[in-house]
């Protein structure tokens, strides 16, 4: 039977390990998974938040319900920019009207453009392995998470 010392070390030592596991965890540099942006998508970011556009609509399946989501409109539009430059101002039903000016939609085009670069959303050939990691298939390489 364990004395108390031995119940207090094996719990320091537990502790000790999850203090290492989650300083090593926290505070690793890999950028894996970020976005970089051109600066004309940062400026379409800037009026997407502004504009308080994540309230109706999703990137990546996160924001609102209202509309739809848009991580791969510009793929599903057929690259139809112009198309997409009207709906920032007129939208439909319950789109409020915007009145962005040209170089406000040019960077809006932009941001969501290069949104639609980064992958599918949702990621239907994304699989999960035995061991519990996700195999998921973006438009140019592979990760395993």
């Known amino acids: 039977m364990f004395s108390s010392v031995k119940y207090l070390l094996v719990?320091?030592?537990?502790?000790?390990?999850?203090?290492?596991?989650?300083?090593?965890?926290?505070?690793?540099?890999?950028?894996?998974?970020?976005?970089?942006?051109?600066?004309?998508?940062?400026?379409?970011?800037?009026?997407w938040r502004e504009n308080n556009c994540n309230a109706c609509h999703q990137l990546y399946g996160l924001g609102g319900y209202l509309g739809p989501d848009l991580t791969n409109v510009y793929s599903f539009r057929k690259n139809d920019g112009n198309y997409l430059k009207a709906m920032f101002n007129s939208g439909v039903k319950a789109m409020p009207r915007f009145d962005f000016n040209e170089t406000e939609k040019e960077e809006l085009l932009q941001f969501l453009m290069e949104v639609d670069q980064t992958g599918n959303y949702p990621n239907t050939e994304a699989t999960i392995k035995p061991d519990g990691w996700?195999?998921?298939?973006?438009?140019?390489?592979?990760?395993?998470?």
């Open 11 to 47: 719990l320091l030592l537990l502790l000790l390990f999850f203090t290492a596991y989650n300083y090593s965890l926290y505070t690793n540099q890999s950028d894996y998974g970020t976005i970089r942006l051109s600066e004309k998508a940062l400026q379409g970011e800037k009026h």
């Open 134 to 145: 996700v195999k998921v298939q973006y438009k140019k390489e592979t990760y395993e998470h």
